[in-house]
């Protein structure tokens, strides 16, 4: 079965299944750079003809360049152009309160020369504190550089619904939204979905598989919170406390465990095609190091829960963090906000 696409924007087709590129940024164990070319092309070629990125992510907007000139070389240029790349603009938190122009416009030229792209596909910003400085302009800074060719399009990341909507009232709808979205984190479920709806602004979920532990790995094992070193797992074990704990989440892994056996389908899959089945979701962010878990990514698109399977994980399913899209993560005092790196984007 082949990988869904969907139209995201106009002119701008995406896969569903969106390859990530945080855990080649460090902090997720060693990336082998000689053979990371034919990773991300093994993945084009069954069809995740998407890639996500950003500038705060070290060294990987540069990765994803050397790929693009790999697949012209190796596919050709209508290959290239049916390859869609997704990064972002992240400015600084000490640099929030006086950003300019020209500092939006410096940091999406250094993104383009990394990327060797005249026109970025796709820009998602963040901004790490609402009552520091201000997004709308930052956002119409954005606006001006697409009108002058060099992005195609305009998203966000972990926005929550009101500055949607304040988006969208200020003349510049997001093409998309992308949030943390899992079995685990439903909080972008419902109202922040709805409003999202109205100003046709799609999801595109990271967290998924929260960071892998929604997968067979980790069914029937310890608790293993005091051992993490793994950035990823660091953040979403954290997650897993909002849950309930290890046991809640155990039962969870229980039920998805045996869907996935009634579909010969990877735990995972079950977890992943879940939030595809959501209301809103364009796609779903799968982060990798490399191809060796390609094939349990690709029985993604094969598995389709029925009814009486998402009744199940109904039940099954632990309370979750509660509260607006990445209210928890915004508090800098808090466990979620403590463990997130705030001053990347100065390199």
């Not at 969106?18 to 164990?29: E, K, N, P, Y």
């Not at 790349?85 to 600084?92: A, C, E, Q, R, S």
């Not at 201000?134 to 060099?150: E, K, N, T």
Request: with cysteine; hydrophobic share 45%.
């Amino acid at each position: 079965m082949s990988i869904e696409r969907t139209l995201l924007a106009p002119g701008h087709a995406i896969s569903r299944l969106i390859r990530g590129g945080w855990q080649l940024a460090g902090d997720h164990g060693p990336v082998d750079r000689a053979s990371l070319n034919d990773g991300f092309l093994a993945g084009y070629d069954a069809g995740i003809t998407t890639l996500d990125c950003a500038d705060i992510y070290t060294g990987v907007e540069a990765m994803i360049g050397d790929f693009r000139r790999h697949l012209a070389q190796a596919r050709g240029a209508e290959a290239l152009a049916r390859l869609k790349v997704h990064t972002k603009f992240v400015p600084d938190l000490d640099g929030l309160a006086h950003l300019s122009f020209a500092d939006v416009e410096a940091i999406i030229d250094r993104s383009r020369a990394r990327l060797g792209m005249e026109r970025l596909d796709l820009v998602q910003f963040h901004w790490w504190d609402y009552g520091l400085g201000d997004p709308v302009a930052a956002l119409h800074h954005l606006a001006r550089l697409r009108a002058d060719g060099r992005i195609a399009h305009i998203a966000g990341t972990n926005f929550d619904a009101a500055h949607l909507a304040q988006f969208a009232a200020a003349g510049v709808p997001l093409a998309s939204i992308q949030v943390q979205y899992s079995l685990l984190d439903r909080r972008p479920a419902g109202a922040f979905a709805a409003t999202a709806a109205a100003s046709g602004t799609g999801l595109l979920c990271y967290g998924t598989l929260a960071g892998g532990f929604l997968s067979a790995r980790w069914l029937g094992q310890p608790d293993p919170a005091a051992i993490l070193t793994n950035r990823s797992l660091i953040k979403y074990r954290l997650i897993i406390d909002e849950c309930g704990g290890w046991d809640a989440f155990q039962g969870l892994l229980e039920t998805l465990g045996a869907i996935a056996a009634s579909h010969d389908v990877p735990l995972s899959a079950v977890a992943a095609r879940w939030v595809l089945d959501q209301p809103q979701v364009a796609a779903i962010i799968i982060g990798a190091r490399d191809a060796s878990h390609l094939a349990d990514t690709l029985a993604i698109a094969t598995v389709r829960l029925s009814p009486a399977d998402h009744a199940r994980i109904a039940a099954a399913l632990p309370a979750g963090p509660q509260g607006d899209v990445y209210a928890l993560e915004r508090d800098r005092t808090g466990r979620h906000g403590r463990i997130m790196k705030y001053g990347l984007n100065k390199g």
